[in-house]
């Protein structure tokens, strides 16, 4: 990353602070977050347990509302925006990751990619050919009709890539992606990951206590206390 004035951001976080209320305490999990994510590149957000790292994530996905400040998402100010219209952006401008693989275990691989995008109104037809080209990208070609208890952990996690991608999203957020992974197989989803952000220049934000991992990526961001340590 030698120049992000030329780069085009994809997702930024201003003055984000977030107050969760419990009985009669208020507790504060993030202080004035200030956090930009651009095409092409990935980003370690590091920290220790309990210091804000999936709250963060979730605003950045439009699945809480932070108390104060604004998510602008592909040059969008989502903060008053209705329900229904961040759930078509989750749909076509974010694709998520978790620790782990969270897939339908009633449905093949193939199914599981094809789903997001049935539920975006992709046709069937454009479905399978997309969900095959995506398997086929990550080395499971062999495993498109394969249910998840039939894949290793490496294999689902990378179908699990194959779903957050399928619907051709223009920013990755994932939650611990390696995680449940043995160190080969983590390293070997992180590079695949990698490789297919650089090749179609989309933002991937990753929250991770795996510091050789997060060695690998082009910045990394720590956050301590709900703030950004410098």
Do not use: W
Not at 129 to 148: A, D, M
Not at 170 to 193: C, M, R
Not at 213 to 228: E, F, H, K, Q, V
């Amino acid at each position: 990353m030698n120049d992000k004035k030329i780069m085009k951001e994809i997702l930024f976080l201003q003055n984000i602070s977030h107050v969760y209320n419990q009985e009669d305490q208020k507790i504060k999990v993030l202080n004035n977050i200030n956090l930009k994510v651009f095409k092409g590149e990935m980003l370690a957000l590091t920290g220790p347990s309990g210091t804000g790292k999936s709250t963060l994530l979730n605003i950045a996905g439009l699945l809480e509302t932070p108390t104060f400040g604004f998510v602008n998402l592909a040059g969008k100010n989502c903060r008053d925006m209705n329900e229904d219209h961040k759930s078509y952006l989750r749909g076509t401008q974010i694709g998520f990751i978790f620790q782990s693989h969270r897939l339908f275990p009633e449905f093949s691989a193939i199914e599981n990619v094809m789903l997001p995008q049935l539920i975006m109104g992709i046709s069937k037809k454009e479905a399978v050919s997309k969900s095959k080209e995506l398997l086929t990208i990550l080395g499971l070609e062999k495993r498109v009709n394969f249910r998840p208890a039939k894949l290793s952990g490496g294999e689902a996690q990378r179908v699990a890539v194959a779903r957050a991608l399928a619907n051709s999203p223009n920013l990755i957020l994932a939650d611990e992606p390696t995680g449940n992974l043995d160190p080969a197989s983590a390293l070997n989803v992180f590079n695949l990951l990698s490789k297919l952000v650089k090749a179609l220049d989309i933002g991937c934000l990753i929250a991770t206590h795996n510091h050789d991992l997060a060695d690998l990526m082009d910045r990394r961001i720590t956050i301590d206390n709900g703030s950004i340590k410098n």
